[in-house]
C-alpha cells in the first residue's frame, strides 16, 4: 500500500515516528510531503527515518510557486473560517484564544464580526456555511494537485490541518478530486479546540479518545461513523521506558541533592505563559515557604519549554538554593540521548508542576501526580482554553488544582505520602485520554491498522466543482486579482523597506526615468552633464555638499511612517561592538528622537551588557541579551551571524530575527515597528568607506553625553582617586610580546603614583581578550561584581569616577569623555582600523567642556617622553593635564 503523508514540517514526526516505523515495518511505502521547513529541529528525526527505514520517503522541501493567483484570497478566507468559530457560544471565556485568532485578520474585518447579528448562532452559521461554500468554489492548488497525482497513493493522511489559515486543505481537496481516501490524524490534544476548523472533510479522523471524538463531531461538523478513536501514538513510548540513571547519578548531573526529593516544574508554551520566569520565581517563593518542611526544603528541579525562551539568565539562583535549570536552554526530546533526559527527569521527581502543558499529561504516564495552580494572568490560556479542562475532568482528571500558591503549597504534602488512591487515579486519566483501548494496549497498532483498513477500500468517485460553483468562482476572479496586487505591493513595499528603498510612486518614476538617462547618455561627457545638471534638480543636495543616497532619502520616511503608528517601536537589538555603538548608533537614536517626536513608552531598547543607563534619555523599556542567552550561546550565535552576513550588520540575520521574536512575546503586542541598526549601518556606509564627508554624520547624527549614572555601589569600595584601565587584544592592538611588555610597564608607571581600577571581565563574551597583568598592590580589580547581565554597567559606573581612562584604542575609550573623563588610548597598528573612526572621535569629544581624548600610537609615548622631558615621565604629564581638565574647561 501506497501512503502520502503531508506534514506541516519535520517537528511533526515526532508525534507520529512510531506509526511510520510500524507501516514501514508492515511493508508499506510513506511519502512525507512538508510545507515548511522545521521551526525547532535540525532534520535527524527525518534523516534517521528515512535512512533507517527505505520504504519512507520524503518530498523535497521547495516554494509552492504556481497557484499564487489564489494564495492571497485563500488565506484570507481560511483565516477568516477560523476566526468565525471562535464566535460561537462554546468560545465566550476563550478571549486569548479569539484575541489571538483576530490577529491574522484584517481590524475592518474584526469590525464587521461585532456586529448584533454575529452574537446570534442564526448569524454565525450564517457565516461560517458562506465561508465554507466560497472555500469549495475555490480551484485547487495545482501544485500540490501534482504531488498527489504523481505519488497515486492509497491514502492520504494528514497532520495537523487545523492550524489557523492552514494551507494543508488542499491536501483533502486534491485527494477528493482525484478520488483518492484521506484522513486526519489529530496531531496533539488541544488541536480541535483551540485551532483552527477542518475545512474540507476528510474521509476519515483519527483522533486520541472520545473527548476528542465529541469535539470532531459537535464542532468540525464530522459525522460519527467517519471518526476512529485510536488513543495517542506519541506517548506509546513511554509506557515502558525505563530510566538511563539512578537517581544518584541523575541528580549529580543537574546539581540536586540525592538525599532530598525534588518537584519538577514543567514549563509551558510562549502562548500559554509569555512570562512564565517570572511566575516560576513567585512559584518557588510559595514552596520554601511552604508549612512542610518536607516541601519546604525539597528540591526543584526547572526544564525550560523548547519554544519559550525566557530570561533565566537573570534568574537569582543564589537566592533559591536548592534550584536547577536544566537543560538550560530547554530541549525537544527527538533522540535517544534527550528522551532519557526528559523520561529521567519525571521518573526521578517526586511529582511534577505546570501551567499548561502536554508534558503534564507525560508526567501522569509515568506515573507521577501532577499539580497545577490557578494563575489570575494565565486565567485566559488556562481554564479560558476547553482542552485544559479535559486536564481537570477526563478520567476523574489529573490535575491536583489549587486557587492560590499557599494552597498549592500546602496541597504539595500529598505527593510525598502517597496512597493507593492517587495511583487508581492517575490510571484511570491516563486510560480515559491517552489509551483508550485499555492501558495495556498500544495505540501504534490501532492507528496502523485504521490506516490499513482505510487504504483497502474501494477509490471514491472523483469529486467534480458542482456546476453552480462556477459563478461563484468567476465572482471571487476579480477579487482574487486584487488581493494578489495588494499582496504583491505589499511584499515589495515590505523588502524595500528592509532594504531603505521605500517604494513610492515618486521613486518608482524616477527609478524609471534616470532609468532612460543612463540609456540616452551612454557617452562620458553625457553622463557627467546628466550627473551636474539633472540629478541636483531632482534631489537637493545635503547641507555637506554630498549627493544624497537612498537610504538620507529612506530613513526620514521610514521614521515618519512610525511616527503616524501607535505600535511599540523596537530599537535593536544591538549586537556589534560598544565603539560602534557609542559613537554612531546612540547619536544616531537622538537624532532620530529630535527628528520625529516619539513617545518613551513606544521605544524598547534591545542591547547587552546592563547598559540600559546609556538608553534612558531614548527609550522607556529596555531588555537585556544576557537575560535570555548564557555568554557561550550568545556569542556562538552571534558568530554564526556573522559568518552569514559577513559585514557587520547591514543585512537583519536570523539571530535578529529571532530575538525580535522573542521581544515581541514577550511584550504582548499585536504588532511591532523595528528601527533595527542595519538602518544605521547603511547610513553611515558611505563615510566609512571614504564615498562621503563627515557631514553625513553631523546630519544624521547628535551627540551628547550620557546620562548621569549612580555609581555608589561599585564605587564604594575603591579609592576615592584612581585611574580606569583597560586593555585587550584586538586587531590594530594584537597579542604580542611587545604590546604585552608595553602594558606591564605602563601599569608599573601608573601605580608608581596612582592607585588603578583595572576593568579586565573573565567573561569571553566578544572577540576581544583581555590581558592579566601580575599581582599589584595599588592594582584593583571589580571583575567580582561583574556578571554578563551588567558588565557594561559595572564598567560604566566605574570609568564615570575615574580621574582618567588608560586602555586599548576603540570600545571603552569612547565611553570615557562622554562621561567628562579624560581617556587615553593606545594602538600598535593603525593600518588594522579605520582612521575615519579616530577622526570622528577626537571631533566629536573635542567639542566637549571635560574630559580629554587622546590616542597615540605605542611607538608614539617614547618620542612624547622627548618632547616634554625625561623627568616626570610623558604618562605623569598627561596625567597631570587630565586633571587640569577636570578642573576647569579647557579653550578650544
Known amino acids: 500500500m501506497k501512503i502520502l503523508f503531508s506534514m506541516r514540517h519535520p ?20 511519502h512525507l510531503a512538508f510545507m515548511m521547513q522545521d521551526k525547532l529541529g535540525d532534520g535527524r528525526m527525518l534523516w534517521e527515518l528515512t535512512n533507517d527505514h527505505p520504504e519512507i520517503t520524503s518530498h523535497e522541501l521547495g516554494k509552492k510557486t504556481p497557484w499564487r493567483f489564489w494564495l492571497g484570497l485563500a488565506r484570507a478566507l481560511r483565516f477568516t473560517t477560523d476566526y468565525v468559530r471562535y464566535l460561537t457560544p462554546a468560545y465566550a471565556d476563550a478571549t486569548a484564544l479569539t484575541a489571538r485568532a483576530g490577529l491574522r485578520i484584517p481590524g475592518p474585518l474584526r469590525t464587521f464580526f461585532r456586529l448584533p447579528i454575529f452574537r446570534t448562532r442564526a448569524g454565525v452559521a450564517a457565516a461560517a456555511a458562506t465561508l465554507r461554500t466560497i472555500e469549495r468554489a475555490l480551484p485547487l492548488d495545482v501544485w500540490i494537485r501534482d504531488i498527489v497525482a504523481s505519488q497515486n497513493p492509497d491514502v492520504v493522511l494528514i497532520t495537523p490541518l487545523v492550524d489557523l489559515g492552514s494551507d494543508q486543505v488542499e491536501y483533502v481537496k486534491a485527494a477528493r478530486a482525484l478520488g483518492i481516501r484521506s484522513a486526519l490524524c489529530v496531531h496533539s490534544w488541544d488541536n480541535l479546540t483551540n485551532k483552527g476548523l477542518i475545512r474540507v472533510l476528510p474521509d476519515r479522523v483519527f483522533v486520541w479518545n472520545e473527548a476528542q471524538k465529541r469535539e470532531a463531531v459537535s464542532m468540525h461538523r464530522v459525522k460519527a461513523e467517519d471518526v476512529g478513536v485510536t488513543g495517542a501514538p506519541v506517548y506509546d513510548q513511554w509506557f515502558e521506558r525505563r530510566p538511563s540513571t539512578s537517581r544518584q547519578e541523575f541528580c549529580a548531573k543537574i546539581g540536586l541533592s540525592p538525599d532530598r526529593p525534588f518537584f519538577l516544574y514543567l514549563c509551558s508554551s510562549q502562548f500559554i505563559a509569555p512570562d512564565e520566569a517570572e511566575f516560576v520565581a513567585d512559584w518557588i517563593r510559595a514552596v520554601r515557604s511552604a508549612p512542610d518542611p518536607r516541601v519546604r526544603e525539597a528540591g526543584i528541579l526547572i526544564r525550560p519549554h523548547p519554544e519559550n525562551l525566557q530570561p533565566w539568565q537573570r534568574f537569582d539562583f543564589d537566592e533559591f538554593q536548592g534550584v536547577a535549570l536544566w537543560p538550560r536552554g530547554g530541549a525537544n526530546p527527538i533522540d535517544a540521548s534527550s528522551k532519557n533526559d526528559y523520561f529521567d527527569s519525571m521518573y526521578h521527581a517526586v511529582a511534577a508542576v505546570g501551567v499548561n502543558t502536554s508534558a503534564q499529561i507525560e508526567a501522569g504516564i509515568v506515573g507521577r501526580p501532577v499539580y497545577s495552580v490557578r494563575v489570575p494572568k494565565y486565567e485566559g490560556t488556562q481554564e479560558g482554553t476547553l482542552h485544559f479542562h479535559y486536564l481537570l475532568n477526563e478520567g476523574g482528571g489529573l490535575l491536583h488544582m489549587a486557587d492560590t500558591l499557599d494552597e498549592h503549597a500546602r496541597a504539595l504534602s500529598a505527593a510525598l505520602d502517597r496512597t493507593e488512591e492517587d495511583v487508581r487515579r492517575l490510571r484511570s486519566f491516563v486510560e480515559a485520554f491517552v489509551r483508550p483501548q485499555g492501558i495495556d494496549v498500544p495505540a501504534t497498532p490501532i492507528l496502523a491498522n485504521a490506516v490499513e483498513e482505510l487504504g483497502g477500500m474501494p477509490r471514491r468517485a472523483p469529486e467534480h466543482l458542482a456546476p453552480w460553483l462556477y459563478p461563484v468562482r468567476a465572482a471571487l476572479y476579480p477579487i482574487a486579482w486584487t488581493m494578489k496586487m495588494v499582496r504583491a505591493m505589499t511584499r515589495l513595499s515590505r523588502k524595500r523597506q528592509a532594504q531603505l528603498r521605500p517604494l513610492s510612486v515618486g521613486n518608482w518614476f524616477w527609478k524609471r526615468a534616470f532609468g532612460l538617462l543612463d540609456f540616452l547618455f551612454r557617452f562620458a561627457p553625457m553622463k557627467r552633464f546628466a550627473k551636474r545638471y539633472i540629478v541636483p534638480r531632482v534631489v537637493p543636495h545635503t547641507s555637506g555638499g554630498d549627493t544624497p543616497t537612498e537610504e538620507m532619502v529612506a530613513i526620514p520616511r521610514t521614521l515618519q511612517k512610525m511616527a503616524r503608528s501607535d505600535k511599540p517601536i523596537i530599537i535593536g537589538p544591538w549586537l556589534s561592538e560598544v565603539g560602534f555603538e557609542l559613537l554612531y548608533w546612540i547619536p544616531f537614536l537622538n537624532w532620530v528622537k529630535t527628528y520625529r517626536h516619539f513617545d518613551p513608552e513606544r521605544l524598547v531598547v534591545i542591547s547587552r551588557g546592563g547598559v540600559a543607563p546609556w538608553y534612558r534619555d531614548i527609550g522607556g523599556r529596555y531588555f537585556d541579551l544576557f537575560d535570555f542567552y548564557a555568554p557561550k550561546d550568545f556569542r556562538a550565535r552571534n558568530e ?33 515597528e523595528t528601527l533595527h541598526p542595519m ?68 601599569l608599573d608607571t601608573l601605580t608608581e603614583t596612582n592607585d588603578v581600577v583595572l576593568l579586565n571581565p573573565d567573561l569571553h563574551i566578544d572577540d576581544h581578550w583581555d590581558m592579566r597583568p601580575g599581582r599589584n598592590p ?76 587622546v590616542v597615540l600610537d605605542t611607538s608614539d609615548l617614547s618620542v612624547l617622553g622627548l618632547a616634554l622631558g625625561e623627568q616626570r615621565g610623558p604618562l605623569a604629564r598627561l596625567l597631570e593635564r587630565s586633571q587640569l581638565d577636570s578642573e576647569q574647561v579647557p579653550v578650544l
Open 679 to 746: 538602518y544605521m549601518y547603511r547610513l553611515f556606509y558611505p563615510f566609512w568607506k571614504q564615498q562621503m564627508s563627515i557631514g553625513l554624520v553631523d546630519e544624521f547624527a547628535s551627540f551628547q553625553r550620557l546620562p548621569a549614572i549612580d555609581a555608589s555601589d561599585v564605587v564604594g569600595g575603591l579609592p576615592r582617586d584612581y585611574i580606569a584601565v583597560r586593555f585587550y587584544f584586538n586587531e590594530s592592538f594584537p597579542d604580542t610580546e611587545e604590546n604585552k611588555l608595553f602594558v606591564t610597564s605602563l
Open 11 to 30: 517537528g511533526a514526526l515526532r508525534n507520529y515516528t512510531s506509526t511510520l516505523k510500524e507501516l514501514a515495518r508492515r511493508g508499506h511505502h510513506i
Open 640 to 672: 554564526q551571524r556573522l559568518a552569514e552576513n559577513k559585514q557587520k550588520h547591514l543585512l537583519m540575520s536570523q539571530f535578529d530575527r529571532e530575538i525580535l521574536k522573542v521581544v515581541h512575546q514577550h511584550l504582548g503586542a499585536r504588532g511591532l
Open 778 to 853: 595599588r592594582i584593583h580589580t571589580v571583575d567580582h561584581l561583574m556578571t554578563p547581565q551588567n558588565n557594561l554597567a559595572v564598567q560604566t559606573k566605574v570609568i564615570s569616577r575615574a580621574r582618567a581612562f588608560v586602555g586599548t584604542y576603540g570600545g571603552l575609550s569612547y565611553l570615557a569623555p562622554l562621561y567628562g573623563v579624560t581617556s587615553l588610548a593606545f594602538y600598535s597598528h593603525r593600518e588594522r582600523f579605520n582612521v575615519q573612526h579616530l577622526e570622528l572621535a577626537r571631533r566629536v569629544f573635542g567639542r566637549f567642556r571635560r574630559g580629554s581624548y
